[in-house]
């Protein structure tokens, strides 16, 4: 290899280097020799073992101590029995949505709501979201009607001749 075709090697668009064409590729390990997938680090291992027997006993005292009035162990308790909420539900008054041309009515309704404070911006964009997709939903099945006559009739042509 010449020293100029080495430099171009080297050498990236943005001047940089090039990495080497032995680099691993995508979706390969760089370690295909290091820990194996799954295993334990040896601080994890150490505390299973540790706690292994007492889960019965600490959740006992976990409890003892949430109904005795402290609010960590409470919090803690709670946490585990009933997962936090990700959304609630929402009362808006929607009008009903049948064709794409009430869609538009709808819309209207999310953001008058978003206006009077009913609705956060967040809670209207999901059902603008919902609203979109009903939409996609019609045009798909209009379309679907469409084509199902077109060639229909295009059949009843072709029976002609």
């Known amino acids: 290899m010449t020293k100029q075709s080495a430099t171009r090697d080297s050498q990236h668009k943005s001047g940089k280097r090039k990495p080497p064409r ?13 820990r194996p997938e799954g295993s334990k680090h040896k601080a994890t291992l150490a505390a299973e073992a540790l706690l292994d027997g007492e889960a019965e006993a600490l959740t006992r005292k976990a409890i003892e101590r949430a109904l005795g009035g402290d609010s960590t162990a409470l ?12 959304d609630r ?12 041309s009430d869609a538009v009515a709808g819309k209207t309704a999310l953001l008058r709501a978003v206006a009077e404070g009913t609705l956060s911006p967040t809670e209207a964009q999901t ?8 939409c996609r939903t019609l045009e798909t099945a209009e379309f679907e009607e469409r084509l199902a006559r ?12």
Do not use: Y
Request: charged share 25%.
């Open 127 to 134: 059902l603008s979201v919902l609203i979109d997709g009903f």
């Open 75 to 86: 919090r803690l308790c709670l946490e585990r029995l009933v997962p936090p909420r990700r």
């Open 22 to 34: 032995t680099a691993w590729k995508p979706g390969e390990s760089g370690n295909p020799a290091g």
């Open 89 to 100: 539900s929402i009362q808006v008054d929607l009008p009903e949505v049948v064709t794409a």
């Open 150 to 161: 077109i060639e229909e009739h295009m059949d009843s042509q072709r029976g002609n001749r």
